[in-house]
Structures are given as structure tokens and as C-alpha cells.
């Protein structure tokens, strides 16, 4: 279970989810409570987004149990780089942990999530209601 938050100014702005379990978000200190907080506040129909995709996603990733829960940039940096550098980080914990493959799922009408993605050697999986499952097999 892991999450990265990444900093500008001492100034919270991006974070990543990701891990084995789905309670994940519960096992965290109060001070990354906070600071994702600052970000939703920041995007807060990201927020409702994030739930319902999380629930409705529930039992589609049979071939890979790791998945990234949340990823979040805040809107005052867009394409900076900073969510690459995020997946970046975390695909290291992962590797370092013998994780070969993780998840995601995102809203289908996320164009930019999507293409993000794609970029970053997602693979689509399948696709069921609004979401979209995409699958990275990492490479050591």
C-alpha cells in the first residue's frame, strides 16, 4: 500500500493511490489525510469521480490484483510533468516490492486521463458502463 505526494513549495500538488486493497485509503497518517484533501478541495467533481469509479470498478482486475486507486494533479499544473513523474515513483515501489503488472480504471469520457495513460504504456484491458480497465506489465 502506498501513497506519493509530490510538492511545490512545500505546497501539495499531485498525489497517487495505489496498492493491493481497496480499504487502502483508510491506512494512512492524518497528514496525508490532509494534504489529499487540499487537492480534492482544489477538484472536488474529481473526488466524486474517483468513488463511483472505484465502486463500480469492484472484481474487474482478475489478472492483476495491484491497481492505482487515485492519481491527482492539481489543475494549477497541468502537463508539467508531474503525474509521469508520479507513476514513475510508484512503478519503482512496485518493482521493488516484485509487483509485475498493475491496474487502473478510468471514466471513459476522460479523454486527457486516457491519452495520459497511453502514454505512460497503459493497456487497454476491457471496458464495462463508463469505465475503461487499463492494464501495465512492468519491465524490470
Do not use: H, M, W
Not at 95 to 117: E, P, Q, T, W
Not at 119 to 124: A, D, E, H, L, V
Request: hydrophobic share 40%; aromatic share 16%; proline share 2%.
Amino acid at each position: 500500500s502506498l501513497i506519493l505526494i509530490t510538492k511545490y513549495n512545500n505546497i501539495p500538488c499531485g498525489f497517487v493511490i495505489g496498492g493491493e486493497k481497496e480499504n487502502i485509503i483508510f491506512k494512512y497518517s492524518y497528514s496525508s489525510y490532509i494534504k489529499i484533501l487540499f487537492i480534492y478541495i482544489l477538484k472536488p467533481i474529481f473526488l466524486f469521480n474517483k468513488i463511483i469509479s472505484i465502486l463500480s470498478s469492484k472484481n474487474n482486475f482478475k489478472s492483476c490484483s495491484t491497481r492505482i486507486f487515485s492519481i491527482c494533479i492539481s489543475s494549477n499544473f497541468p502537463k508539467s510533468g508531474l503525474g509521469t513523474l508520479l507513476i514513475q515513483n510508484i512503478e519503482r515501489k512496485f518493482r521493488d516490492n516484485g509487483i509485475k503488472r498493475y491496474g487502473l480504471s478510468v471514466n471513459i469520457k476522460n479523454y486527457i486521463a486516457i491519452n495520459f495513460y497511453y502514454k505512460n504504456g497503459f493497456q487497454k484491458l476491457r471496458k464495462k458502463g463508463q469505465n475503461i480497465f487499463l492494464e501495465k506489465i512492468l519491465i524490470n
